[in-house]
């Protein structure tokens, strides 16, 4: 029988060795930053290499357009390189440069429509429970929300997808936390009859 005291110690060696790695990883993103801050290209690019596919597949969701996306990409990846010294470390590299491609996605999408179709009027209902069909797969499903309008898709994969707060999606898109929830309640009704419709 293993003693608590013992588990207690291999407990404490694995945050040890955890919070040792965590450092090790921070020094090197560190390093990376100060070299990609210094114009060093293979730096810039081991840093795209990292973050490319993860944030690709953000905008393509978004935009709903492959080649939009990987143009928006391009885009979002100079910004990032113009604006590493500004990096403040209050949050992971990878959330800060989630930040920029987003807002280079919600600016793309405005230049395509020249609205992001996003209301100020709120009808949610706030009592009303959406349910989802239990035999619901991620491609049906992923195939619907490319069908929803720019600003409801928008709103939705910020939120459902990305794990933004209403208040987050708000700051971003310009627009109020209140019309951010009505947008997510609108684009799951859609959703909902989308998936209706295709039984």
């Given amino acids: 029988m293993i003693s608590s005291a013992v ?26 930053i100060e070299a990609c801050i210094h114009n060093n ?9 990292i973050y490319k596919v993860a944030m690709y597949t ?19 990846f100079i910004e990032v390189f113009k604006s590493l010294k500004n990096f403040k470390r209050k949050s992971t590299l990878g959330a800060w440069i989630k930040t ?10 405005k230049k395509q429509v020249r609205t992001i179709e996003l209301e100020t009027s709120i009808h949610q209902a706030e009592n009303e429970v959406i349910v989802w069909d ?10 619907k929300i490319q069908q929803l309008p720019n600003g409801y898709r928008t709103v939705f994969l910020l939120i459902e997808v990305e794990g933004y707060s209403h208040k987050e999606v708000g700051d ?5 936390e209140g019309t951010s ?18 039984k």
């Fill in 172 to 176: 971003l898109v310009g627009i109020s």
């Fill in 134 to 143: 239990e035999n619901l797969t991620g491609e049906y499903l992923s195939e």
């Fill in 41 to 49: 290209r293979k730096a810039q690019e081991k840093l795209y290499d």
């Fill in 7 to 32: 588990i207690t110690s291999r407990d404490n060696t694995m945050k040890v060795v955890k919070s040792t790695k965590l450092i090790q990883m921070e020094d090197k993103n560190a390093q990376l």
């Fill in 100 to 109: 920029i491609v987003v807002r280079t996605g919600i600016a793309k999408l």
């Fill in 181 to 198: 929830k009505s947008q997510l309640y609108k684009a799951k009704k859609m959703l909902q009859h989308l998936l209706k419709e295709m």
């Fill in 58 to 76: 953000i905008l393509v969701r978004m935009l709903n357009n492959e080649a939009n996306a990987a143009d928006a990409l391009q885009d979002a």
